[in-house]
């Protein structure tokens, strides 16, 4: 898909590799609607050029709002990117306390069932498009994570839904083939973020060692880039890219 005049949803847009990513894809020529549950963060990090919307993706009500408006303004969503995550440590069990259920419902809602809210209305919105000469109405790429794998201590919640991420690629993707439209998860490793940030030293320096050549975290320009690559290769499609560095 060709990026000049396409109408781009990208969440999480606020920090980290949301917002590379709206970046990439308006430096492309895209039209970029950021969607972030922090308002005002959202706006200081966008500016005037990029739209954005106080969207809570784990509230179906809210994502349906958002892009409806958004096919309001701009006529049309023609991609959507998954970046909203939060991280939710804690151990199953700790000083003989339990792995709180409240805290296991958030991280499951937002990186679970909220990308699936985005996908579905972002889908129904692309159904309306109109074909290019390809067949293609739009693409949708969902960030997955190295965790969903290899898991670190007190990652269990975060571990199941991004693994959850990656099991609904596939039936995903051969839901919406009919409808011309791509569905593809990126699966970072270590990268610099808001998350990594709160991570010990000892745990990040431990995968960093693990990591082949280069031998540092990942840079979120560099899953930006990807995301743009993945939206403009058409053959692309119903599979879960790594980007980690060979960290094993």
Known sequence: MKLENKVAIV???????GLATCKALAAAGATVVGFDLDADKLREALGPSISSFAVDVADEASVQRSVAAVVCMHGRVNIAVNCAGVLGPCKTLSKGQLFP????DRVLAVNLTGTFNV???????????????TGERGVIINTASGAAKGGQMGQAAYSA????????????????????????????????????????????????????????????????????????????????????????
């Open 119 to 133: 996908v579905r209305h972002a889908a129904l919105a692309m159904t309306n498009n109109e074909p290019e000469d």
């Open 101 to 104: 259920s409240e805290l296991w």
């Open 11 to 17: 969440t999480g847009a606020a920090s980290g590799l």
């Open 161 to 248: 839904s991004k693994a959850g991420v990656i099991g609904m690629t596939i039936p995903v993707a051969r839901d919406l083939a009919e409808h011309g439209i791509r569905v593809l998860a990126v699966s970072p490793g270590l990268f610099e973020s808001g998350m990594s940030a709160g991570m010990p030293q000892k745990v990040s320096d431990g995968l960093i060692e693990k990591m082949l050549f280069p031998r540092r975290m990942g840079r979120a320009q560099e899953f930006a880039a990807l995301v743009v690559h993945l939206v403009q290769n058409a053959y692309m499609n119903a599979t879960v890219v790594d980007i980690d560095c060979g960290t094993r």
